[in-house]
């Protein structure tokens, strides 16, 4: 058997917040799901994201401790237009959460924005500028 790629799992200070996080990402989390200490949700492509809380994963880790730094990894959201990176970008930040990069046009020809999840993980909203 080959390993497949299957799941991202997040490790989450607070998943009500997370949660709220996501879900104006468009992630149609089911209504209850932050009193869970775990949450599954499978995307469109098959693909599963999880949230576990602190105490869920040193339940398992007891040595677990939070990275410091920057973030190593990051979940990049494709847009339909950039119109879309600059409202999802407006919303998120307008509910207080944490823009690390404002949209901008970049080179490599994309509407591109940075925003951090509530407990730093590095989310990417982009979506291809239009061809001349």
Same mark, same amino acid.
């Not at 339940?59 to 339909?80: K, M, N, Q, Y």
């Not at 690390?100 to 993980?121: E, F, N, S």
């Given at each position: ?18 949660l ?25 492509? $098959?693909?599963?994201?999880? =949230? @576990?809380? #602190?105490?869920?994963? %040193? ?8 990275? &410091? ?29 944490? $823009?690390?990069?404002?949209? =901008? @046009?970049? #080179?490599?020809?994309? %509407?591109?924005?940075?925003l951090?999840?509530?407990?730093? &993980? ?11």
């Amino acid at each position: 058997m080959t390993p497949r790629f299957d799941l991202v799992g997040l490790t989450v200070t607070d998943m009500a917040r997370t949660l709220d996080f996501y879900r104006r990402l468009g992630l149609d989390v089911p209504a209850g799901a932050e009193a869970e200490p775990h949450v599954e949700f499978t995307l469109a492509s $098959g693909l599963r994201l999880a =949230w @576990d809380t #602190v105490e869920t994963i %040193r339940g398992f880790d007891p040595g677990w401790a939070a990275p &410091t730094g920057g973030s190593r990894v990051s979940l990049a959201f494709r847009c339909a237009d950039p119109a879309e990176v600059d409202r999802c970008w407006a919303e998120l930040t307008g509910a207080g959460f944490h $823009g690390h990069l404002a949209p =901008w @046009d970049a #080179v490599w020809g994309q %509407r591109y924005a940075v925003l951090h999840d509530p407990d730093g &993980t590095a989310v990417d909203l982009f979506a291809p500028l239009p061809v001349d």
